[in-house]
T-cell receptor
Framework: DGGITQSPKYLFRKEGQNVTLSCEQNLNHDAMYWYRQDPGQGLRLIYYSQIVNDFQKGDIAEGYSVSREKKESFPLTVTSAQKNPTAFYLC???????????????FGPGTRLTVL | QKEVEQNSGPLSVPEGAIASLNCTYSDRVSQSFFWYRQYSGKSPELIMSIYSNGDKEDGRFTAQLNKASQYVSLLIRDSQPSDSATYLCAVIPMDTGRRALTFGSGTRLQVQP
């Protein structure tokens, strides 16, 4: 059963804590992405990775960190430096993007993070 | 100016009618455009992609692209209550070289039974 899994589904964090959100895919996709969605808003890009051991900052990378040690995994850490982390976090994957072409991107089910 | 703009809605249509969702984008060289459907509390689901000017049909859905006007639309024929969701338009911003999607804020569609 191929797809993208994210865990946990719900996560509660105390002020000052770091938390790590898991994202795993078995689609053999090279590229993976993290987005954040706030209520009534579109998705904003946090980080993305086109290949193992390489990743790029998106529009709102401050207060977040990622790693890409394995092709199938792209965990996101929300650090205490992120001032307003309560949001819906979405992981996505796709085939590696070409210079002049774009491959469709598919999403996992998301993790809803709440800061207490 | 936002890179991708959508009317937030809600757009309300009666069951069986055609729903027309619109999106404009600022990057003149964008080549790839996508429509996602997102039900409340769920993750986005890809429903259409379009790369060339003109229309692309898939079942009850038709995507229309006009690169000269920097405009992409989604038509839903024979709208059903199950189509009630938020529809997100997404483009890849070729002018930045970033290989990731930029999303609009979405249009909420309500199909009235």
């Amino acid at each position: 059963d191929g797809g993208i899994t994210q865990s946990p589904k719900y996560l509660f964090r105390k002020e000052g804590q770091n938390v790590t959100l898991s994202c795993e895919q078995n689609l053999n996709h090279d590229a993976m992405y993290w987005y954040r969605q706030d209520p009534g808003q579109g998705l904003r890009l946090i980080y993305y990775s086109q290949i193992v051991n390489d990743f790029q900052k998106g529009d709102i990378a401050e207060g977040y960190s990622v790693s890409r040690e394995k092709k199938e995994s792209f965990p996101l850490t929300v650090t205490s430096a992120q001032k307003n982390p309560t949001a819906f976090y979405l992981c996505a994957s796709s085939e590696r993007q070409g210079v002049s072409s774009y491959n469709e991107q598919f999403f996992g089910p998301g993790t809803r993070l709440t800061v207490l | 100016q936002k890179e991708v703009e959508q009317n937030s809605g809600p757009l309300s249509v009666p069951e069986g009618a055609i729903a027309s969702l619109n999106c404009t984008y600022s990057d003149r060289v964008s080549q790839s455009f996508f429509w996602y459907r997102q039900y409340s509390g769920k993750s986005p689901e890809l429903i259409m992609s379009i790369y060339s000017n003109g229309d692309k049909e898939d079942g009850r859905f038709t995507a229309q692209l006009n690169k000269a006007s920097q405009y992409v639309s989604l038509l839903i024929r024979d709208s059903q209550p199950s189509d009630s969701a938020t529809y997100l338009c997404a483009v890849i911003p070729m002018d930045t070289g970033r290989r990731a999607l930029t999303f609009g804020s979405g249009t909420r569609l309500q199909v009235q039974p």
